[in-house]
């Protein structure tokens, strides 16, 4: 009788937590906004203060899919943008964007990736620092 009565105790108490868990990740999602622009990834997070951060597409280095187990319950990806701003926060790392449960993340990496416009040589001081790369490889082969 009394493991019973904990079992339904137990149960009582943990009802609402699990109901409140689709609701308090949905809640959370809402407050953490991304919009791709011609130019620049936009990420807005926040509920009563919000950040804004933005990174022109032609600095996006490199993007990173992740998925923790409780995401894959869930069917959530998170994609990690990192940028070569060389900003560097109080932490000693790049604050990275990070956009939370994007919907057919590889797909979007891949728009990320592909959109951003890359320079082939020729303009200013990185193109002479490629032409120069071009001859030394042709010189070294």
């Known amino acids: 009788m009394v493991a019973k009565s904990v079992i339904l105790l137990i149960g009582v108490v943990t009802a609402p937590f699990v109901l409140l868990v689709p609701w308090l990740v949905h809640r959370w999602l809402g407050w953490h ?28 280095v490199d993007v ?30 790049s604050p990275n964007l990070r956009l939370l449960a994007v919907p057919d993340a590889h797909e979007f990496a891949d728009l990320l990736l592909s ?3 890359r320079r082939e040589g020729g303009e200013g001081e990185m193109g002479e620092v490629i032409e120069l790369l071009r001859v030394l490889v042709s010189k070294a082969g």
């Open 64 to 93: 990173t899919i992740s998925s923790s187990w409780w995401d894959r319950l869930w069917g959530l990806e998170h994609i990690k943008v990192r940028d070569m701003t060389g900003e560097v926060g109080t932490s000693g790392i």
């Open 33 to 60: 906004r991304w919009w791709l622009t011609n130019e620049r990834l936009v990420v807005r997070t926040g509920l009563f203060g919000w950040k804004l951060q933005s990174v022109p597409l032609d600095r996006i």
């Open 115 to 117: 959109s951003a416009p």
